[in-house]
């Protein structure tokens, strides 16, 4: 099928964003207000900041500002998977924390039944599904790739199933399928705009004061405490949790050690069920596909199928703009490579198209500090797997403000820093030539070439 007729009626918009059950906004803060914390950002750092404090000590008055609507960013436009995995992925862990990564998988597999347990204690309907995901091989090379993590999975205890070509086509069926690994319980699907309004309303029953269109727009120390500006008031807070991700930290020291990347992703209209017969997915698993430059896929409630990534694009001077959030070019991309991954959904169409900035550093996992003398806490860098991951690191940046050396705290990956990028002209120029090597080794056999080795013995291996 002509991948733009497939694309004639999408709609520019996240397809989560459009469900019925979307919240109206909150007023925005008028005038001044004091509190114990306050939490920026109203996506998932954010929200989960705000309730873990309140579980912990129901007496501490909580604010949280969002300069727009709760979730409307990449907690509300993203796949949906939510991973134990703390490191990205347990291949990027082993490479750089090998030494706790047996810990970090334990403690990512808690914060993910926490999570899941959280979900029920508040009467979260997220369309929660513990699928797991499995990841496909569609080159031989990936397959040894596979293989070799399989392997590792396995010699630190934890359990894989690994399948070849025949058992992945009974899970799913497609004639690009080469084999693959079945994480049949660290990864759940979900509904991620639903998860956030359900957050939303878990903070508000908890008597969180949440204050929507409410950007922060400076932050100075005040007494013993802290002020952040707002644009109709401001507020006086003994401690202040960053959850502002890919947007521009009010702790100016931070950001270079993010650039946001944009990716994008398709929806398509509910399949029929001869589409659903043609393809099995009867364990409606997540699924993503090997490569560099990646897709990753997953049926919705209603038997959409979502499919993104490949694309991540990095627009020079690093600016989050919503301009950038449609690229044609990808959406045309993304469905030609869709068809011939289901060529037997020929006439499938897409209803809705969208992208919109992730927070990348250069480790690919979330990174953690304080500033202004313990008084302020933050944690970026999640790389687009922050679904669950967020939720530990909103433990890890109450930890912090207490002033308590817990486990969490006590980590490698929570005491060290990625490499900053550099500046540009050199950021854009070295991002460029990184994409460039990196689908030349996706069409030579894996082969990683003198820039990625280089980039690899300086410990930023970068695999997407």
Known sequence: M?????????????????????????????????????VVGGGYSGLWTALIAKERDPSLDVVLVEGAEVGWAASG????????SLTHGFGNGLQRWPGELTRLEQLGQENLTAMESALQRHGIDCEWERTGEIDVATEPHQLDELHEIAEAITRHGFDITVLDADELRREVDSPTFLGGIWDRDGVAMLHPAKLAWGLKAACLAQGVRIFERTKALDLAESGTGMAVRTPYGRVQARKVALGTNV??????????????????????????????????WKGRQGLGDSANQFHYFRLSADNRILW????????????????HDQRHQTFHTLARQFFETF????????????GGAIDTCTRFSA????????????????????VGATRFGAEVMLDLLAGER???????????????FPPEPVRWAGIELT??????????????????????????????
Not at 263 to 277: F, I, K, S, V, W
Not at 343 to 354: D, K, S, Y
Not at 437 to 452: E, V, Y
Request: proline share 7%; glycine share 10%; net charge neutral.
């Open 406 to 420: 817990t486990e969490r705290t006590e980590l490698e990956i929570v005491r060290k820093k990625p490499l900053p």
């Open 77 to 84: 436009r993203n796949g949906g998977f939510c991973a134990a």
């Open 247 to 280: 947007f521009p930290s009010l702790v100016k020291r931070v950001r270079p050690y993010i650039v946001p990347v944009y990716d994008y992703a398709l929806m398509t209209e509910p399949l029929n069920a001869e589409q659903l017969a043609a393809i099995g």
């Open 343 to 354: 060529p037997q959904l020929e006439g499938l169409r897409f209803t809705h198209a969208w």
């Open 308 to 323: 993104g990534g490949y694309d991540a694009v990095y627009h020079y001077g690093g600016k989050v703009r919503t301009e």
């Open 367 to 386: 990174f953690f500090d304080t500033a202004h003398r313990g008084r302020v806490a933050y944690a970026a860098g999640y790389t687009g797997l922050g």
């Open 435 to 464: 994409r460039w090597s990196l689908d030349r080794a996706d069409h030579n056999g894996g082969r990683r070439n003198l820039w990625l080795r280089t980039l690899d013995r300086l410990g930023l291996g970068f695999d997407s």
């Open 2 to 38: 002509d991948s733009a007729r497939a694309l004639s009626d999408v709609r520019p918009t996240p397809f989560w964003l459009e469900d019925p059950g979307r919240p109206e906004a909150l007023p925005a803060l008028v005038g001044d207000t004091t509190c114990d914390l306050l």
